[in-house]
Nanobody, 122 residues
Protein backbone atom coordinates (compact mmCIF):
# COMPACT_ATOMS: atom_id res chain seq x y z
CA UNK A 1 0.00 0.00 0.00
CA UNK A 2 1.15 3.56 -0.74
CA UNK A 3 0.00 7.07 0.14
CA UNK A 4 0.76 9.24 -2.85
CA UNK A 5 1.56 12.93 -2.63
CA UNK A 6 2.07 15.15 -5.65
CA UNK A 7 3.93 18.43 -5.57
CA UNK A 8 5.44 21.00 -7.89
CA UNK A 9 2.34 22.51 -9.41
CA UNK A 10 1.95 26.23 -9.92
CA UNK A 11 1.31 29.07 -12.32
CA UNK A 12 3.47 29.29 -15.43
CA UNK A 13 3.29 31.09 -18.75
CA UNK A 14 2.78 29.36 -22.09
CA UNK A 15 5.99 27.85 -23.39
CA UNK A 16 7.52 27.41 -19.96
CA UNK A 17 8.41 24.17 -18.18
CA UNK A 18 7.37 22.60 -14.90
CA UNK A 19 8.34 19.42 -13.08
CA UNK A 20 5.91 17.53 -10.91
CA UNK A 21 6.90 15.06 -8.23
CA UNK A 22 5.03 12.09 -6.80
CA UNK A 23 6.22 10.34 -3.70
CA UNK A 24 4.86 8.24 -0.86
CA UNK A 25 5.24 8.23 2.90
CA UNK A 26 4.22 4.58 3.10
CA UNK A 27 5.50 1.65 1.07
CA UNK A 28 7.60 1.71 -2.06
CA UNK A 29 6.71 2.94 -5.54
CA UNK A 30 9.02 0.41 -7.16
CA UNK A 31 6.36 -2.25 -6.59
CA UNK A 32 3.89 -0.48 -8.88
CA UNK A 33 3.32 0.70 -12.39
CA UNK A 34 2.91 4.44 -11.98
CA UNK A 35 0.62 6.66 -14.00
CA UNK A 36 0.07 10.38 -14.40
CA UNK A 37 -3.40 11.79 -15.05
CA UNK A 38 -4.96 15.22 -15.22
CA UNK A 39 -8.43 16.67 -14.89
CA UNK A 40 -9.51 20.07 -16.18
CA UNK A 41 -12.66 21.77 -14.89
CA UNK A 42 -15.77 20.19 -16.35
CA UNK A 43 -13.83 17.42 -18.08
CA UNK A 44 -13.17 13.77 -17.38
CA UNK A 45 -9.88 12.63 -15.93
CA UNK A 46 -7.39 12.24 -18.77
CA UNK A 47 -4.58 9.71 -19.00
CA UNK A 48 -1.17 11.34 -19.57
CA UNK A 49 1.27 8.49 -19.34
CA UNK A 50 2.67 5.57 -17.44
CA UNK A 51 6.04 4.20 -16.40
CA UNK A 52 6.74 0.57 -15.71
CA UNK A 53 8.26 -0.91 -12.61
CA UNK A 54 12.05 -0.52 -12.44
CA UNK A 55 13.12 -0.95 -15.95
CA UNK A 56 11.56 2.44 -16.42
CA UNK A 57 9.84 1.96 -19.78
CA UNK A 58 7.37 4.81 -20.26
CA UNK A 59 4.45 5.56 -22.54
CA UNK A 60 2.98 9.02 -23.11
CA UNK A 61 -0.41 9.91 -24.53
CA UNK A 62 -0.43 11.55 -27.94
CA UNK A 63 -1.67 14.83 -26.48
CA UNK A 64 1.58 15.33 -24.54
CA UNK A 65 4.10 13.18 -26.38
CA UNK A 66 7.19 15.16 -27.31
CA UNK A 67 6.54 17.72 -24.56
CA UNK A 68 6.19 15.61 -21.40
CA UNK A 69 8.36 12.82 -20.06
CA UNK A 70 8.03 10.50 -17.06
CA UNK A 71 10.91 9.20 -15.01
CA UNK A 72 11.42 7.44 -11.72
CA UNK A 73 14.13 7.53 -9.08
CA UNK A 74 14.16 4.25 -7.23
CA UNK A 75 16.50 5.41 -4.48
CA UNK A 76 14.34 8.43 -3.73
CA UNK A 77 11.08 6.49 -4.12
CA UNK A 78 9.86 9.21 -6.46
CA UNK A 79 8.15 9.57 -9.82
CA UNK A 80 8.55 12.68 -11.94
CA UNK A 81 6.50 14.31 -14.67
CA UNK A 82 8.67 16.67 -16.68
CA UNK A 83 6.54 19.12 -18.65
CA UNK A 84 7.87 21.50 -21.29
CA UNK A 85 6.38 23.81 -23.91
CA UNK A 86 3.30 24.12 -21.75
CA UNK A 87 0.06 25.32 -23.31
CA UNK A 88 -3.00 26.92 -21.77
CA UNK A 89 -4.91 23.71 -22.49
CA UNK A 90 -2.52 21.87 -20.14
CA UNK A 91 -4.20 23.67 -17.24
CA UNK A 92 -5.60 21.02 -14.91
CA UNK A 93 -5.19 19.24 -11.62
CA UNK A 94 -2.49 16.62 -12.09
CA UNK A 95 -2.61 13.28 -10.28
CA UNK A 96 -0.24 10.38 -9.90
CA UNK A 97 -1.61 6.90 -9.38
CA UNK A 98 -0.27 3.44 -8.61
CA UNK A 99 -1.34 0.23 -10.28
CA UNK A 100 -0.45 -3.43 -10.33
CA UNK A 101 -1.25 -3.50 -14.07
CA UNK A 102 -1.08 0.02 -15.52
CA UNK A 103 -3.09 1.01 -18.56
CA UNK A 104 -5.16 4.03 -19.55
CA UNK A 105 -8.29 3.43 -17.49
CA UNK A 106 -8.85 4.96 -14.08
CA UNK A 107 -10.32 1.68 -12.88
CA UNK A 108 -6.93 0.07 -13.31
CA UNK A 109 -5.33 2.18 -10.60
CA UNK A 110 -5.53 1.29 -6.93
CA UNK A 111 -4.04 4.34 -5.23
CA UNK A 112 -4.32 8.04 -6.08
CA UNK A 113 -2.75 11.21 -4.79
CA UNK A 114 -4.71 14.33 -3.92
CA UNK A 115 -3.53 16.20 -7.00
CA UNK A 116 -1.57 19.36 -7.68
CA UNK A 117 -2.86 22.33 -9.68
CA UNK A 118 -1.05 23.40 -12.83
CA UNK A 119 -2.18 26.65 -14.40
CA UNK A 120 -0.76 27.85 -17.71
CA UNK A 121 -1.69 31.45 -18.39
CA UNK A 122 -0.23 34.76 -19.51
Amino acid sequence: QVQLVESGGGLVQPGESLNLTCTTSVGTLSAYVMGWWRQAPGKEREFIGVISRPGGVSFLAASVRGRFTISRDIADNTIYLHMSALKEEDTAVYYCAASARGGDRTSGYDFWGQGTQVTVSL
